[in-house]
């Protein structure tokens, strides 16, 4: 326990001193100036969010130097911090973070402090990408499928999906990937990503290949998207490479982009079902109102948007009136929520590997790989996923990343923390990429500046249970193959889950008791649902939701490329609606 609380204090104490830091802010440059908001000011566009698909937006529509929009973002500059790829456990719980955690719901997140989810959202300029884990994975083209089959609508099917896929980036290193991976890539958009090879990961591939697993050289190239690899990283030159960076940071000399920071959008104005502005509170006490002339765009994220429409009128309309709001449009609104509901193993071998070097910050934290994998031949999609993380002895990353990031329990942290002391680890998270699961986020109060009340849902569906204790028992084989075997590889005993009597009870107790996120909220305010397939709000003129919670469903990899995806096409959707 001692040394789990003297992570989070060492933690603390360096987010302390970074604040100070970004006093002077020493990343203002690369971005737009702020400009200066007065009340009655109006706008062709206003985007709420200046986080990652804010951003795209924003960006995008200010292309047409005829149009002017007004981004406003409730954080301020992304910090130092948030710039060195290694360095993201610095930015979870710290003032950069909405600090929201979910309710208990007694069943999971047991193992949890305080027996809830931290639900980590970015809170400043790039949003969630200025402090995500910059994990570069389309999903499988059958999601994109999948979407146009709910929506009846053709346009989010894979092969539209994918000129935006591709819009969005522009792969550095290409001599790292073979020329038909090439191809699947973007050479010329604003999000630069990179793969990261580490020869240490070679003899764990060999691992998973022996089990009879794909190695595929890049995932997001991979139809469908199955098997193991090393990962694409947003990370170029050695630095984080966020939507801001990337999307605002080539807007910065724009006259037609308006940047407000440090305001919070409080509220939509509606008149006559129309959406007509925003009012904004503002860091130091100043509130106004401003309009828009064509349209507002939401771009607040999975949680916030859902916030800010309920306390607009739009939402499920018994709710609103059990807060005493008046209902503009009924409609499932922060319904809906997924996420890709996980649990970690660690796997302790004999090993400490001698002279290592110190950890470079401009590098994500640890060689890493990822699997993709389809349990049965009945799917070919992937069922589940595993984030495998290799750490040397006595490191104090996994502490950091075990108590700060995925807020495991101290006790649990400390049981991982000493199975690092005499041996080099394997960290693996693994995850259902598409749950059946379902969450909610609720109001839980009026006030604006109150997080809202959010039940993960997690593992709330029988089938998850299932496929996830069949998911562990197929990883866990690897345990078995030649390399595993020869370093005497074990899995580190969590102390849960003692009474299962067979190796699926085990692991159906186990991924509950150990269940966390990987952060990927999404889909409260899915189209089908609360919007149409062109991202307009139901029954409610000139508003549009563009973010995380549009998703219909989750896609079968990180979230973050379908995100960018959905916002890239919802800038332009926008610019057809509008002939600009
Ligand atoms: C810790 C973490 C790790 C992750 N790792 C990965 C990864 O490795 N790979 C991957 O693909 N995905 C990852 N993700 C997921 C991915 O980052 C998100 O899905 C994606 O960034 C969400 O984008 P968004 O635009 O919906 O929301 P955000 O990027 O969160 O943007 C919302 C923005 O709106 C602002 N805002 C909110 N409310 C208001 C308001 N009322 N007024 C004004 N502004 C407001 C916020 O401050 C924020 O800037 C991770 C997410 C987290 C949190």
Same mark, same amino acid.
């Given at each position: 326990?001692?040394?789990?609380?003297?992570?989070?204090?060492?933690?603390?104490?360096?987010?302390?001193?970074?604040?100070?830091?970004?006093?002077?802010?020493?990343?203002?440059?690369?971005?737009? $100036?702020?400009?200066?908001?007065?009340?009655?000011?109006?706008?062709?566009?206003?985007?709420?969010?200046?986080?990652?698909?804010?951003?795209?937006?924003?960006?995008?529509?200010?292309?047409?130097?005829?149009?002017?929009?007004?981004?406003?973002?409730?954080?301020?500059?992304?910090?130092?911090?948030?710039?060195?790829?290694?360095?993201?456990?610095?930015?979870?719980?710290?003032?950069?973070?909405?600090?929201?955690?979910?309710?208990?719901?007694?069943?999971?997140?047991?193992?949890?402090?305080?027996?809830?989810?931290?639900?980590?959202?970015?809170?400043?300029?790039?949003?969630?990408?200025?402090?995500?884990?910059?994990?570069?994975?389309?999903?499988?083209?059958?999601?994109?499928?999948?979407?146009?089959?709910?929506?009846?609508?053709?346009?989010?099917?894979?092969?539209?999906?994918?000129?935006?896929?591709?819009?969005?980036?522009?792969?550095?290193?290409?001599?790292?990937? $073979?020329?038909?991976?090439?191809?699947?890539?973007?050479?010329?958009?604003?999000?630069?990503?990179?793969?990261?090879?580490r020869k240490t990961n070679e003899k764990y591939?060999?691992?998973?290949?022996?089990?009879?697993?794909?190695?595929?050289?890049?995932?997001?190239?991979?139809?469908?998207?199955?098997?193991?690899?090393?990962?694409?990283?947003?990370?170029?030159?050695?630095?984080?490479?966020?939507?801001?960076?990337?999307?605002?940071?080539?807007?910065?000399?724009?006259?037609?982009?308006?940047?407000?920071?440090?305001?919070?959008?409080?509220?939509?104005?509606?008149?006559?079902?129309?959406?007509?502005?925003?009012?904004?509170?503002?860091?130091?006490?100043?509130?106004?109102?401003?309009?828009?002339?064509?349209?507002?765009?939401?771009?607040?994220?999975?949680?916030?948007?859902?916030?800010?429409?309920?306390?607009?009128?739009?939402?499920?309309?018994?709710?609103?009136?059990?807060?005493?709001?008046?209902?503009?449009?009924?409609? $499932?609104?922060?319904?809906?929520?997924?996420?890709?509901?996980?649990?970690?193993?660690?796997?302790?071998?004999?090993?400490?590997d001698?002279?290592t070097?110190?950890?470079? $910050?401009?590098?994500?934290?640890a060689p890493s790989f990822?699997?993709?994998?389809?349990?049965?031949?009945?799917?070919?999609?992937?069922?589940?996923?595993?984030?495998?993380?290799e750490?040397q002895?006595?490191?104090?990353?996994?502490?950091?990343?075990?108590?700060?990031?995925?807020?495991?329990?101290?006790?649990?942290?400390?049981?991982?923390?000493?199975?690092?002391?005499?041996?080099k680890?394997?960290?693996?998270?693994?995850?259902?990429?598409?749950?059946?699961?379902?969450?909610?986020?609720?109001?839980?109060?009026?006030?604006?500046?109150?997080?809202?009340?959010?039940?993960?849902?997690?593992?709330?569906?029988?089938?998850?249970?299932?496929?996830?204790?069949?998911?562990?028992?197929?990883?866990?084989?690897?345990?078995?193959?030649?390399?595993?075997?020869?370093?005497?590889?074990?899995?580190?005993?969590?102390?849960?889950?003692?009474?299962?009597?067979?190796?699926?009870?085990?692991?159906?107790?186990?991924?509950?008791?150990?269940?966390?996120?990987?952060?990927?909220?999404?889909?409260?305010?899915?189209?089908?649902?609360?919007?149409?397939?062109?991202?307009?709000?139901?029954?409610?003129?000139?508003?549009?939701?563009?973010?995380?919670?549009?998703?219909?469903?989750?896609?079968?990899?990180?979230?973050?490329?379908?995100?960018?995806?959905?916002?890239?096409?919802?800038?332009?959707?926008?610019?057809?609606?509008?002939?600009?």
């Amino acid at each position: 326990m001692a040394d789990a609380a003297a992570a989070i204090s060492t933690i603390q104490s360096m987010q302390i001193a970074l604040q100070l830091l970004q006093t002077i802010t020493p990343t203002a440059w690369q971005y737009p $100036p702020q400009c200066s908001v007065q009340d009655g000011d109006s706008f062709d566009f206003i985007v709420v969010g200046g986080g990652s698909s804010g951003s795209v937006v924003a960006s995008r529509l200010t292309e047409n130097e005829d149009v002017n929009v007004l981004l406003i973002e409730a954080g301020g500059y992304p910090p130092i911090e948030s710039e060195y790829p290694a360095w993201f456990t610095l930015l979870a719980r710290s003032v950069y973070d909405y600090n929201i955690t979910s309710t208990d719901d007694g069943k999971t997140a047991q193992n949890l402090q305080g027996k809830v989810v931290t639900l980590n959202q970015g809170k400043m300029l790039g949003g969630s990408s200025s402090l995500h884990h910059m994990m570069h994975t389309n999903g499988d083209p059958e999601d994109y499928n999948e979407w146009a089959r709910m929506l009846n609508d053709d346009k989010w099917s894979f092969k539209y999906a994918q000129e935006y896929l591709k819009k969005m980036e522009t792969l550095i290193d290409q001599d790292l990937l $073979p020329p038909e991976d090439i191809a699947c890539h973007g050479t010329d958009g604003p999000l630069e990503v990179a793969k990261d090879t580490r020869k240490t990961n070679e003899k764990y591939l060999k691992a998973f290949e022996e089990l009879g697993h794909k190695i595929v050289s890049d995932i997001n190239a991979a139809t469908p998207a199955v098997g193991y690899t090393e990962n694409l990283f947003e990370i170029a030159d050695g630095f984080r490479q966020s939507s801001a960076l990337g999307y605002l940071g080539r807007a910065k000399n724009r006259l037609n982009l308006c940047l407000a920071l440090s305001s919070s959008v409080t509220k939509i104005l509606i008149e006559d079902q129309k959406a007509v502005g925003v009012q904004v509170s503002t860091a130091n006490g100043k509130t106004y109102k401003v309009y828009a002339d064509n349209e507002v765009i939401v771009s607040a994220g999975a949680i916030n948007s859902p916030k800010l429409l309920m306390l607009s009128g739009i939402g499920p309309k018994k709710h609103l009136e059990s807060f005493g709001i008046d209902v503009v449009a009924d409609l $499932p609104v922060g319904q809906n929520l997924q996420d890709h509901a996980c649990a970690a193993i660690v796997v302790k071998t004999d090993k400490c590997d001698a002279n290592t070097p110190a950890a470079n $910050p401009h590098q994500f934290p640890a060689p890493s790989f990822n699997g993709y994998v389809s349990l049965d031949n009945s799917t070919t999609t992937a069922d589940y996923d595993t984030i495998n993380l290799e750490f040397q002895c006595g490191s104090s990353d996994i502490l950091q990343l075990s108590v700060n990031m995925f807020s495991y329990s101290y006790d649990i942290s400390q049981t991982i923390f000493e199975a690092t002391k005499d041996s080099k680890v394997i960290f693996t998270l693994l995850g259902l990429v598409m749950p059946k699961s379902r969450g909610q986020v609720l109001l839980a109060s009026t006030d604006p500046a109150v997080n809202p009340q959010v039940y993960t849902g997690m593992f709330s569906n029988e089938d998850d249970i299932d496929l996830i204790a069949r998911a562990f028992m197929d990883h866990v084989k690897v345990l078995d193959t030649t390399y595993f075997k020869s370093v005497n590889a074990s899995l580190v005993d969590m102390g849960v889950c003692k009474d299962a009597k067979t190796e699926y009870e085990f692991w159906r107790c186990y991924a509950v008791a150990m269940s966390a996120t990987m952060w990927h909220y999404g889909g409260t305010c899915a189209m089908g649902k609360v919007l149409d397939s062109d991202l307009n709000v139901l029954g409610v003129d000139s508003l549009r939701v563009v973010d995380a919670s549009a998703m219909p469903t989750l896609i079968r990899g990180k979230l973050y490329a379908g995100v960018m995806m959905l916002a890239e096409y919802g800038a332009d959707i926008i610019r057809k609606d509008w002939g600009i």
